[in-house]
């Protein structure tokens, strides 16, 4: 296990895995109860989250500075707190878009995208509960595996859904809209994957 002035660093990783988590969650609870007098609040509601992870970024950030033996390299660290972060921002992105391109309907292959984000972010978050004894766990390339998967599932929806779109709806302008809010939901569950590859590529460093 990490030794406790490690601790300071996977605590944060897991922390601000868990906020991507809970924007995730109510992004999806957003597009499946879809109800356009409320999306002012799920604006804010999210930011105030995706403020919280920035927060708690900036702390670690900090605590690097100061720090003179780090766990792991930090460049790594650096790295792995960055895209977790771009990861939560990807979530916000979603419903901005939502917000500002006017959406009055969910499209149903949009919610499908939008659960298996929830999935990969929960994976994420599984997967830093382990990195911590990433030396000896036999968890954590399960759900490394598991979260390029997801990945996979969903640019195979994202796909889909980008055909289904283009072959069904004739108003170019939703056509435009859903064309953006696909290809952030797509990108969400890439920074999930970026994290992951990032958390592979440390283990293979120091082991």
């Given at each position: 296990?990490?030794?406790?002035?490690?601790?300071?660093?996977?605590?944060?990783?897991i922390k601000?895995?868990?906020?991507?988590?809970?924007?995730?969650?109510m992004?999806?609870?957003?597009?499946?109860?879809?109800?356009?007098?409320n999306?002012?609040?799920?604006m804010?509601?999210?930011?105030?989250?995706e403020?919280?992870?920035?927060?708690?970024?900036?702390?670690?950030?900090n605590?690097?500075?100061?720090?003179f033996?780090?766990?792991?390299?930090?460049e790594?660290?650096?790295?792995?707190?960055?895209?977790?972060?771009?990861?939560?921002d990807?979530?916000e992105?979603?419903?901005?878009?939502?917000?500002?391109?006017n959406?009055?309907?969910?499209?149903?292959d949009?919610?499908k995208?939008?659960?298996?984000?929830?999935?990969?972010?929960?994976?994420?978050?599984?997967?830093m509960?382990?990195?911590?004894?990433?030396?000896?766990?036999?968890k954590?390339?399960?759900?490394?595996?598991?979260?390029?998967?997801?990945?996979?599932?969903?640019?195979?929806?994202?796909?889909?859904?980008?055909?289904?779109?283009?072959?069904?709806?004739?108003?170019?302008?939703?056509?435009?809209?859903w064309?953006?809010?696909y290809?952030?939901?797509e990108k969400?569950?890439?920074?999930?994957?970026?994290?992951?590859?990032?958390?592979?590529s440390?283990?293979?460093?120091?082991?």
């Amino acid at each position: 296990m990490a030794k406790n002035q490690d601790s300071v660093y996977f605590n944060s990783f897991i922390k601000c895995t868990d906020f991507s988590c809970q924007a995730a969650h109510m992004l999806e609870e957003t597009m499946a109860d879809f109800k356009i007098e409320n999306m002012a609040d799920r604006m804010e509601a999210v930011h105030t989250i995706e403020h919280s992870a920035d927060m708690e970024k900036h702390a670690l950030l900090n605590t690097l500075i100061k720090a003179f033996i780090t766990p792991i390299d930090r460049e790594d660290i650096m790295l792995l707190s960055q895209n977790i972060d771009e990861l939560t921002d990807k979530i916000e992105d979603v419903l901005i878009r939502i917000y500002y391109n006017n959406i009055q309907e969910i499209r149903p292959d949009a919610l499908k995208m939008v659960r298996i984000v929830c999935r990969c972010c929960e994976a994420v978050k599984a997967m830093m509960e382990e990195f911590p004894d990433f030396r000896h766990s036999k968890k954590l390339h399960e759900q490394i595996i598991k979260i390029n998967s997801m990945e996979e599932e969903a640019d195979k929806i994202y796909i889909d859904s980008m055909h289904q779109l283009h072959t069904t709806c004739s108003d170019p302008m939703t056509v435009i809209a859903w064309r953006e809010i696909y290809a952030y939901l797509e990108k969400c569950a890439d920074a999930c994957e970026h994290v992951a590859d990032i958390v592979e590529s440390v283990v293979m460093k120091n082991t």
